[in-house]
């Protein structure tokens, strides 16, 4: 089947349409970063950059480290911006742009989310390092997509129980890391998690500064919510998205966190920066030791 210029969108020189790239662009390993500007404190560690692009908040850099290729991609803020971002890299690899048909043989993306993250459970210190073992999607995205395996329903239902979940929202959904992947990634300094990700950073994670949460104990639902010995360790706005469209697509994925908020406690990292690099360095040593 031929995709139509309605479905497929390229720019004029043949790039994605909001990437702004080409096949040849991408490295099979990527690195996502919500802030463009992270790119660079990602890209500043290669031994060398080829491709420097950008459109919106979509900036890319690709370069090699240790002779392994990769490429480092902004996503901007939100499982909206997610829902751009792995549809466009999984076409710049498994679809023809120029017959704009599906190729037989399919590429499967190695994807590593570094980003920020607040956590909800008092003994998660401020500035540690979680890996998204699971995941709970709050934005719904899941749902816009045929999806026939879920296969955490129970836990879902649980957790709507538990926490009296509002019909007027989403139905929450749970998706899981690519174990092979995430096993590159264990280490005595790297929590395993079960991450929630929200539609918004004010109403949306309970924070109230002009206008009040439509649940004024949204935290403290989700902080209580236990199923089989697990409980829902920190909040952010990309995780779900990342999971669940991986998985749809074929591709591997895990979430790395620094944790720069404690909700529970009120503490917020003294110095975020140093946190945020200390994790970027260590995900690079990961990449180019082992996959």
Request: glycine share 8%; proline share 3%; aromatic share 8%.
């Given at each position: 089947?031929?995709?139509?210029?309605?479905?497929?969108?390229?720019?004029?020189?043949?790039?994605?349409?909001?990437?702004?790239?080409?096949?040849?662009?991408?490295?099979?390993?990527i690195i996502t970063v919500g802030?463009?500007?992270?790119?660079?404190?990602?890209?500043?560690?290669?031994?060398?950059?080829?491709?420097?692009?950008?459109?919106?908040?979509?900036?890319?850099?690709?370069?090699?480290?240790?002779?392994?290729?990769?490429?480092?991609?902004?996503?901007?803020?939100?499982?909206?911006?997610?829902?751009?971002?792995?549809?466009?890299?999984?076409?710049?690899?498994?679809?023809?742009?120029?017959?704009?048909?599906?190729?037989?043989?399919?590429?499967?993306?190695?994807?590593?989310?570094?980003?920020?993250?607040?956590?909800?459970?008092?003994?998660?210190?401020?500035d540690s390092f979680l890996m998204?073992?699971?995941?709970?999607?709050?934005?719904?995205?899941?749902?816009?997509?045929?999806?026939?395996?879920?296969?955490?329903?129970?836990?879902?239902?649980?957790?709507?129980?538990?926490?009296?979940?509002?019909?007027?929202?989403?139905?929450?959904?749970?998706?899981?890391?690519?174990?092979?992947?995430?096993?590159?990634?264990?280490?005595?300094?790297?929590?395993?998690?079960?991450?929630?990700?929200?539609?918004?950073?004010?109403?949306?994670?309970?924070?109230?500064?002009?206008?009040?949460?439509?649940?004024?104990?949204?935290?403290?639902?989700?902080?209580?919510?236990?199923?089989?010995?697990r409980q829902i360790t920190n909040?952010?706005?990309?995780?779900?998205?990342?999971?669940?469209?991986?998985?749809?697509?074929?591709?591997?994925?895990?979430?790395?966190?620094?944790?720069?908020?404690?909700?529970?406690?009120?503490?917020?990292?003294?110095?975020?920066?140093?946190?945020?690099?200390?994790?970027?360095?260590?995900?690079?040593?990961?990449?180019?030791?082992?996959?």
């Open positions: 089947m031929q995709l139509s210029p309605s479905e497929l969108i390229l720019n004029a020189d043949g790039s994605i349409y909001h990437l702004n790239l080409l096949p040849t662009d991408i490295a099979h390993i802030d463009p500007d992270r790119v660079l404190e990602v890209s500043k560690h290669f031994d060398s950059v080829e491709i420097r692009k950008g459109k919106r908040e979509f900036l890319t850099h690709t370069g090699r480290l240790n002779g392994k290729r990769l490429s480092v991609i902004s996503t901007g803020i939100g499982t909206d911006n997610i829902d751009i971002v792995l549809n466009e890299l999984d076409a710049l690899v498994n679809i023809d742009f120029k017959t704009r048909t599906i190729n037989q043989n399919r590429i499967r993306l190695q994807i590593v989310r570094v980003g920020t993250s607040g956590a909800i459970q008092k003994d998660i210190p401020v998204s073992q699971y995941s709970i999607g709050f934005d719904g995205l899941l749902h816009f997509y045929k999806n026939e395996n879920n296969l955490h329903s129970q836990m879902e239902d649980a957790f709507m129980e538990q926490t009296d979940w509002s019909p007027s929202k989403a139905r929450p959904y749970i998706t899981e890391f690519s174990k092979n992947l995430g096993s590159h990634f264990i280490d005595n300094h790297i929590r395993l998690g079960f991450t929630a990700t929200s539609t918004g950073f004010y109403g949306p994670q309970g924070r109230r500064l002009r206008l009040a949460s439509s649940d004024g104990e949204f935290i403290q639902k989700i902080g209580r919510f236990s199923y089989e010995n909040l952010e706005m990309e995780t779900s998205g990342i999971y669940a469209l991986s998985k749809l697509l074929g591709h591997e994925a895990v979430s790395l966190n620094c944790i720069l908020a404690n909700r529970a406690t009120g503490e917020f990292s003294k110095n975020p920066p140093k946190s945020v690099s200390d994790l970027i360095q260590f995900t690079l040593e990961r990449i180019t030791k082992h996959t």
